[in-house]
């Protein structure tokens, strides 16, 4: 998660298991959180909302009622951090649940390999 790179081959990684969409919320998310501009919170929060709450979107995460209901209210009036617990509860399902498998797959050794080889040309 921490570089372009591997989160490009995590993502690659999601979009085999059909889980995808969890890895676009969180950097959606953390778009959201660079952001100064009112109009521009309320434009990508409501995009976010509708790409990834909604519960009509064919991307939508997996969040819990409690969470749901707090975005729900909050999006009269979004903050950059409105989506700060879904984000996290994401995360938290990608990192027990999808990482794991991540790290066992060939993507990933393919990308340490790739990695590997890289560095002992510089």
Same mark, same amino acid.
């Given at each position: 998660m921490l570089t372009p790179a591997g989160r490009n081959a995590? /993502? *690659?990684? !999601?979009? =085999?298991?059909?889980?995808? *969409?969890?890895? !676009?919320f969180w950097m959606a998310c953390e778009e !959201? +959180?660079? $952001?100064? #501009?009112? =109009?521009? %919170? $309320? *434009? +990508?929060?409501? =995009? %976010?909302?509708?790409?990834? %709450? @909604?519960? !009509? #979107?064919? +991307?939508?995460? #997996?969040?819990? @009622? /409690?969470v749901r209901e707090v975005i729900n209210r909050n999006m009269a009036q979004p903050s950059p951090h409105i989506f700060d617990d879904a984000q996290l509860q994401i995360y938290t399902l990608m990192h027990r649940d999808s990482y794991p498998r991540f790290m066992n797959s060939a993507l990933y050794k393919d990308l340490l390999r790739s990695l590997s080889e890289k560095s002992a040309e510089a």
């Open positions: 995590f /993502r *690659e990684f !999601l979009r =085999t298991e059909f889980s995808e *969409e969890n890895m !676009l !959201l +959180k660079q $952001e100064a #501009s009112k =109009t521009i %919170i $309320e *434009e +990508k929060a409501r =995009t %976010i909302y509708e790409d990834y %709450i @909604s519960v !009509l #979107s064919p +991307k939508e995460v #997996s969040l819990d @009622s /409690r």
